[in-house]
């Protein structure tokens, strides 16, 4: 009997001891898994900034080229067009295939 009541003290342990190290495995592993997405998380953030800061050079760069004062600088000083002269009939045609 006495054999018998050790053999089950030690099951009990050894039990015991796996459940102990069950749980501190899954702590450890949930600690981590919140350390990377923390890590990824800041990744993300500072390519969130990049692309704003992308994005507010392209727009700025979009009203630069929209920009009517440039537009009819380049037409009139790079192309040659001329101002119609008052009274002058100006045809635009259309080209549906467009």
Known sequence: ?????RSLADFRLA????FIFLVLFIYS???LKNVDLG??????LLAEKTLRLE?????A??????????MEKIVVEKLGYQYPEAGQIIKVIV????
Do not use: P, T, V, W
């Open 55 to 59: 994005i507010d050079s392209l727009q």
């Open 15 to 18: 039990i015991l001891a796996f």
């Open 1 to 5: 009997m006495n054999s018998k009541g």
């Open 61 to 70: 760069r979009r009203a630069e080229l929209l920009n009517l004062e440039r």
């Open 95 to 98: 080209d549906d295939n467009e």
């Open 29 to 31: 592993s949930l600690n």
């Open 39 to 44: 890590y990824r998380q800041h990744e993300l």
